[in-house]
């Protein structure tokens, strides 16, 4: 599977937003899985991202993930956003396929949250 990312897009909003919109138009022809990552617990819901795969012609999946920027609760920025990002996935006659946690109880780098986000997408599709 090949996974892209940004470590920059990490917890910032509209990077992540951006990312999605990005790459919604890029696979807008293709058929798509969307999963919604949620990577840490706040106040009354979650920090997600969204990982969206495809399969390209030589039938390798590709997944591009938008960052952690979103916050499910609502509040602030990162709410305003997840709110217009479910508003954008549907738009685009699209769903979100599973919601997959990979929360970690100790503070942890992007780099350790991104292979665990690969771990967890490739168990998904793979098993």
Not at 88 to 101: P, V
């Amino acid at each position: 599977m090949k996974f892209t990312y940004n470590t920059s897009d990490m917890g910032i909003t509209q990077y992540s937003y951006n990312t999605l919109k990005n790459t919604l138009t890029l696979f807008k022809s293709k058929d798509i899985i969307i999963y919604q990552i949620n990577t840490d617990i706040i106040n009354n819901g979650y920090i997600c991202g969204f990982a969206i795969i495809h399969k390209n012609n030589d039938d390798i999946y590709e997944c591009y993930f938008t960052g952690n920027g979103f916050r499910t609760d609502g509040e602030g920025e990162g709410g305003r956003g997840y709110v217009k990002a479910c508003h954008l996935i549907e738009f685009n006659n699209l769903t979100i396929n599973k919601i997959l946690n990979v929360l970690s109880n100790t503070p942890i780098s992007a780099y350790t949250l991104i292979g665990q986000i690969i771990d967890k997408i490739e168990n998904e599709l793979f098993s």
